[in-house]
C-alpha cells in the first residue's frame, strides 16, 4: 500500500510539471494579439476585437463634420504626459499645423467609453484623437489618395504608435474611405476657431477653383513700423545677366488649402521677423498655399533663417533651391 501511495505521489508531481511547462491560452484567444487581425470579407482590417459596428446608421456619408466654435482648452488633458515611455506636451495656443503621416481608426471596442476629454466616445461622432493638439480642437482631415476631406473635433489622446499620426472615429474613416485598409495616409490641418478668425470665415467669400487659381500672390518685405507690399518678381530671368542665373534658395515653412490659414502664418513670420531681409510670400500652386520665406543667395542665410522657424514656431522648415 505504501509503495502504491508513493506512486500515485509522484504521478501527481510529473503532471503538474509537464502542465506547467506549456503556454497558457485561454480558449477563442488570438496568440496575433499585437498585430491587426483579419476580418469578414468587405470589413478590412481592425486591431483585435475592433470593427464596425453592428448596427451602423443607413447613411454615414450623411453624418454632418464637427461644427467649428470657440471652445476653451481643458486643463486636466492638456497637461504634459508620459505614454509608452515617451513624453508629450500638447499645445496650449494656436499655431498653423499641418502634417502628412498615417491614420487609423476606433470603432466598437472603445464606443460608450470615455476618451480623455471626459465624453463619452462615439464612433459615429466626428472626432479624433491626437497626441499634442489641444483637447478639444478641430482639424480638417484630408485623404490624398481620393481627395475626400472631414472636419473632426480632437477630445481624445493617442495615438502613441511612431508611425501614427491621428486616431479617427469610425465615422470619420469611413468617410475618408480607409476603414477598408484599417489605416491610411493623411494630411492633418489644424483649424483656427478662435472668435476673430471664424468671423473672417464666415466674412470671407467662397472661393471658386477659376478665382483661386488666378490668385496673384504678393510678397512683403518688413520695414521699421509697417509692412510694404511689392510686385511679385517675374519668373523669367533675363539671358543677358549672369548675376540673375544665380541659384536662390527659400524656405517653405507651410502648405494650406485655406489662404487664410497661410495668410495668417504669413503675418506670424513677418511680425517675428524671422526671414531677415527676406520676403515672405503665400503661393498658390496645384490646389496649395504655400507659405515661403526668400530669396536667400545662399543656402547658409536659408537655413539660419529656417532654424529660426523650427525653433520659434515649431514647425518643419524646408530649404529648396530653383
Known amino acids: 500500500m505504501f509503495n502504491f501511495q508513493r506512486f500515485i505521489v509522484i504521478f501527481c508531481i510529473t503532471l503538474v510539471a509537464a502542465c506547467s511547462s506549456q503556454p497558457s491560452v485561454k480558449e477563442g484567444s488570438d496568440t496575433r494579439a499585437s498585430k491587426t487581425s483579419p476580418t469578414t470579407a468587405g470589413k478590412g482590417g481592425y486591431y483585435l476585437d475592433d470593427g464596425p459596428g453592428d448596427n451602423p446608421p443607413a447613411d454615414i ?22 505614454a509608452l515611455g515617451k513624453k508629450y506636451t500638447p499645445m496650449t495656443r494656436y499655431a498653423p499645423y499641418y502634417q502628412q503621416g498615417i491614420a ?14 471626459g465624453e463619452v466616445y462615439d ?19 484630408t485623404n490624398p489618395l481620393n481627395k475626400r476631406s472631414v472636419i473632426v473635433r480632437i477630445n481624445d489622446r493617442g495615438p502613441f504608435k511612431h508611425d501614427r499620426l491621428i486616431d479617427l472615429s469610425y465615422a470619420a474613416a469611413y468617410k475618408l ?9 493623411v494630411e492633418v490641418e489644424w483649424i483656427d476657431t478662435s472668435p476673430e478668425a471664424l468671423r473672417k470665415m464666415k466674412a470671407a467669400p467662397v472661393a471658386t477653383s477659376a478665382t483661386a487659381a488666378a490668385i ?44 487664410l490659414y497661410g495668410d495668417l502664418l504669413q503675418k506670424k513670420i513677418l511680425g517675428l521677423e524671422l526671414a531677415g531681409d527676406a520676403a515672405v510670400t503665400n503661393v498658390y500652386n496645384d490646389g496649395i498655399y504655400r507659405v515661403k520665406l526668400g530669396p ?9 533663417s529656417a532654424n529660426k522657424v523650427r525653433k520659434q514656431l515649431n514647425l518643419s522648415a524646408i530649404v529648396t533651391n530653383q
Open 61 to 82: 456619408d450623411s453624418i454632418p463634420d464637427a461644427q467649428l466654435k470657440t471652445e476653451t482648452p481643458l486643463v486636466s488633458p492638456n497637461k504634459p504626459y508620459t
Open 104 to 117: 487609423s481608426w476606433y470603432g466598437k471596442r472603445y464606443h460608450g467609453r470615455k476618451t480623455s476629454s
Open 123 to 141: 464612433m459615429y461622432g466626428m472626432t479624433g484623437a491626437h497626441p499634442t493638439l489641444p483637447i478639444p480642437s478641430y482639424v480638417r482631415v
Open 177 to 185: 474611405r480607409i476603414t477598408s485598409r484599417g489605416s491610411g495616409p
Open 216 to 259: 496673384t500672390p504678393v510678397a512683403y518685405k518688413e520695414t521699421s513700423s509697417t509692412a510694404i507690399a511689392t510686385a511679385p518678381a517675374t519668373t523669367t530671368a533675363p539671358t543677358d545677366n549672369i548675376e540673375s542665373r544665380a541659384t536662390s534658395y527659400y524656405v517653405q515653412v507651410g502648405a494650406f488649402k485655406n489662404e
Open 296 to 304: 536667400f543667395s545662399s543656402k547658409k542665410e536659408a537655413d539660419v
